[in-house]
């Protein structure tokens, strides 16, 4: 089983509107990490939000903001206001920890295209 | 402050050449880590390392090999190339707070490898 799924390959939105894209993840551990990267075309990968297993408050970081329902395993990204910059690939990934370890997975994206 | 450094940024290799892919990072992080990146898909966990003399396999460890002698230091070793390696690969740091969730995994600018 995937234990990272984003089922949305492509996204369009319209400047200025708000997108939310989806992300479920797999888990049967009780302390685990959620992550949501940026990847611009140009390559570079950049975190832009953090939820903790644990948070009871969803996490915000600006314009981005995670909608964490723990039940349902899902940990969607909210962007409001968007830019053009924020054309990009958008990936989602968990962090499990375990005894002497830990392991990070990663989905297979999302590509978000902001309209003028 | 340059981050997480990698070397080289290309490389085409022959099928059954070797290469050692170097990263550095200057930020004093225990966590290190290599992905790759096929395309189209989301990165997978290769190997890591939580701090100088330990490292242990990710979620794809077969067919290469890590080190990590110094805390800057963590490359990745391809010993005998072959075409389903071709891929991008990123390192990434951490710090590696014991018993911290958040630990943002901080990425380096990526190596694209071509082995024909």
């Known amino acids: 089983a995937q234990k990272i799924t984003q089922t949305q390959p492509g996204m369009f939105v319209q400047e200025k509107e708000a997108v939310t894209l989806d992300c479920t993840y797999d888990?049967?551990?009780?302390?685990?990490?959620l992550f949501w990267y940026k990847q611009p075309s140009s390559g570079e990968m950049i975190f832009l939000i953090y939820?903790?297993?644990?948070?009871?408050q969803n996490a915000t970081e600006g314009r981005y903001s995670l909608n964490f329902q723990k039940a349902r395993k899902s940990a969607n990204l909210v962007i409001s206001a968007s830019q053009l910059g924020d054309s990009a690939m958008y990936f989602c990934?968990?962090?499990?920890?375990?005894?002497?370890?830990?392991?990070?997975?990663f989905g297979t994206g999302t590509s978000l295209t902001v309209i003028p | 402050n340059a981050g997480v450094t990698q070397t080289p940024k290309f490389r085409i290799l022959k099928i059954g050449q070797s290469m050692t892919l170097q990263c550095t990072q200057d930020?004093?992080?225990?966590?290190m880590y290599w992905y790759r990146q096929d395309p189209g898909m989301g990165l997978k966990l290769i190997y890591y390392?939580?701090?100088?003399?330990?490292?242990d396999k990710g979620e794809v460890p077969n067919g290469y090999n890590v080190s990590r002698s110094t805390t800057e230091d963590f490359p990745l070793r391809l010993e005998l190339a072959a075409p389903s390696q071709t891929s991008v690969y990123f390192c990434?740091?951490?710090?590696?707070?014991?018993?911290?969730?958040?630990?943002?995994?901080?990425f380096g600018p990526g190596t694209r490898l071509t082995v024909l």
């Open positions: 990434a740091s951490s710090i590696g707070l014991a018993g911290a969730s958040t630990d943002t995994q901080y």
């Open positions: 888990t049967s551990d009780q302390s685990y990490g």
């Open positions: 939820q903790g297993s644990y948070d009871e």
């Open positions: 990934a968990m962090r499990e920890f375990f005894l002497g370890g830990n392991q990070f997975y």
């Open positions: 930020m004093n992080h225990n966590y």
């Open positions: 390392s939580v701090g100088a003399g330990i490292t």
